[in-house]
Every structure is written in structure tokens, then in C-alpha cells.
């Protein structure tokens, strides 16, 4: 007998066991509202330290759930825990309504699972109408004259001023741009000096026969010499016409591409000295071979690659 009732005992006591602790539950709820109003509900589960606690899915009818938050705080002595459920309802039917019971699930760290029930909570959702007995709308009111800024004409005005600053901002930039200090640009390579040369003599040779005739040999003469101690000192880089007959000579000797002997040079400039200094004749015959010595002179002695290209000028 004593160890049937002992069974019976064990049987009822088990989910207790199971648990380590009785749960608790408790549901604090207004006992009154307004319709429309969110009403906050809070729903309090003490259970062992190791249960867990949730709110599965279930009706709130005729309320219904916004929103669900837990928070969760152990005990002192750390043996318990304290789920506290914000729930957040909302009803719109006027009138009393009973809430609850509210279901719980509590699982154990073992597995056991058991599910509590809350207790009810009684709540009066009233209207903002209800004093009234006959609500009517209110009458259409008269329209009210609204005065408002309006801001197109400084808009304007102010894209006006903006588009003026910024073209005299462009005109200013264009007379700095044409005013600035531009570098002048590179002049012309030189002509080669053989090609100035050849123009200079063939200046002269047109004008041989006026020169002969009118008696001015002399000055003839010596630009055929300045033209081609011109020639020389570019060609071959001294100061060709501040040199004498003799400095041209020791410049010929050091020169590495004279196509001539530096005697056949000499002996030229020395015939234009004689005409220059001395005051001698010149017949026709003889000014028509200088000028002719004079073009070959220049041609002999410029580049190969050029003379085999272009011939004589």
C-alpha cells in the first residue's frame, strides 16, 4: 500500500522534478483604455535557472499583438530566472474584454516540456465618443486665408546674379588668358651655310657685268671674298670674316672633312686680296671664272650626302 501511494506520488511530482523548480506565471494588464490606443501587457514567468521559457503562436482575440519583447534576470542566489514578455496589444471593438489565460511553454535543461496558463486580466476599452450620443461631424468651416512666403522672385534674382558673376568671371579669365606672358616661339633653324652661300654668289654673278661695266670691280670683288670667309667660318666654325687669309689657312689645316687643300683656298682669297688691296683690273673674262671658282668652291666643300643628293645650286 505504502509503495503504491509512493508511486503515485513520484508520477506527480515528476514534471515538478523534471523542472527543478515550480514555475510561476503572472499577467499584468490596465484595467482600462482607449480604442485605437496600444495597451502594454506584461506577462512575468519565474522558472529554474536552467528552463527555458517562450509564448508559442495563440489568439489574443479581439486583441490583437503588435509587438513582443523578453527580458531576461537571473535570481540573487542564482537557482531562478525571471522572463519577463513586454507584449504590446492593440482592440478596436468598444466594450469590456477579457484577456487571457495567456499560454506558456517552460522547457527544462532534460527536455521536458510544460505548459502553463496565466491568469485573466479584465480590460474596458472605451470610445473618445462615448459621452456623445448623437456624434456628428462638425460643419464645414469657412477657408481661412493663409499667407505664404514665396521665395520665386529672390530665386530669380539670385540665378540671375549668379549666371552675371559668372560671366564676368569668364571675361576676366579671357583678358588674363590673352594678356599672359606666352613664350615667343622657337625661330627657324638657320639655312644650311652652303645654301646661303650659294644665294649670296649667284646675287653676285647677276650682277657681274653691271659692276664691271660701271667700273665697280673692287666692291664686287670683295663681297665674293666676304661670301665665302662667311661660308667657311659657318662651315667649318670659326669667325670666318674676322679672319685673315692666313688664320683661314691654319683653320683649314685643323679641319677634319675638307674635301679641297687648304692651298687651293688660299690661293682664291688671295686673288680677291689682290683685286681688294692692290687695285687691280679684273677683264670680264677673269670676274665670270671667279665667281664660277668661287660656286665651285662652295659646292666641293659641302657635305657629300647633300652634293650627291641636290647637285650643284
Known amino acids: ?43 512575468t514567468v519565474t522558472a529554474a535557472a536552467s528552463d527555458d ?18 527580458t531576461i534576470a537571473p535570481s540573487p542566489d542564482g537557482t531562478s530566472k525571471t522572463f519577463s514578455f513586454e507584449l504590446q496589444l492593440l482592440c478596436f471593438d468598444v466594450g469590456a474584454h477579457e484577456l487571457g489565460p495567456i499560454r506558456v511553454r517552460v522547457t527544462s535543461a532534460g527536455g521536458d516540456l510544460v505548459e502553463l496558463d496565466s491568469n485573466s486580466s479584465r480590460i474596458e476599452v472605451r ?60 625661330p ?8 646661303t652661300a650659294f644665294a649670296e654668289l649667284h646675287e653676285l654673278e647677276r650682277g657681274r657685268a653691271g659692276a664691271i661695266a660701271e667700273g665697280r670691280t673692287e666692291p664686287w670683288v670683295d663681297a665674293v671674298s666676304d661670301s665665302i670667309r662667311a661660308y667657311l667660318g659657318r662651315r667649318y666654325g670659326f669667325h670666318g670674316l674676322e679672319s685673315t687669309t692666313d688664320e683661314i689657312a691654319g683653320q683649314l689645316d685643323l679641319a677634319k672633312s675638307l674635301a679641297v687643300a687648304p692651298a687651293e683656298v688660299v690661293g682664291f682669297l688671295g686673288q680677291c686680296d689682290l683685286v681688294k688691296f692692290a687695285k ?34
Open 1 to 43: 500500500m505504502k509503495r503504491g501511494v509512493a508511486i503515485v506520488l513520484c508520477s506527480l511530482l515528476a514534471p515538478t522534478i523534471a523542472l527543478g523548480q515550480e514555475p510561476s506565471i503572472a499577467l499584468d494588464a490596465p484595467l482600462e483604455t482607449t480604442i485605437g490606443d496600444a495597451i502594454d501587457v506584461i506577462l
Open 53 to 70: 521559457v517562450a509564448v508559442p503562436e495563440q489568439s489574443f482575440e479581439p486583441f490583437e499583438i503588435l509587438g513582443k519583447k523578453l
Open 127 to 186: 470610445s473618445l465618443l462615448a459621452n456623445e450620443p448623437d456624434a456628428q461631424l462638425k460643419p464645414p468651416s469657412q477657408p481661412a486665408v493663409i499667407e505664404q512666403d514665396d521665395y520665386r522672385l529672390l530665386l530669380i534674382l539670385g540665378a540671375l546674379l549668379a549666371l552675371a558673376i559668372g560671366a564676368l568671371l569668364a571675361w576676366l579669365f579671357m583678358r588674363w588668358w590673352q594678356k599672359r606672358d606666352r613664350p615667343e616661339p622657337a
Open 188 to 195: 627657324p633653324p638657320p639655312p644650311p651655310p652652303w645654301e
Open 280 to 313: 687691280a683690273s679684273l677683264a670680264d673674262d677673269a670676274s665670270r671664272s671667279l665667281i664660277e671658282e668661287a660656286l665651285a668652291l662652295v659646292d666641293r666643300t659641302r657635305p657629300s650626302a647633300v652634293r650627291h643628293d641636290g647637285g650643284a645650286s
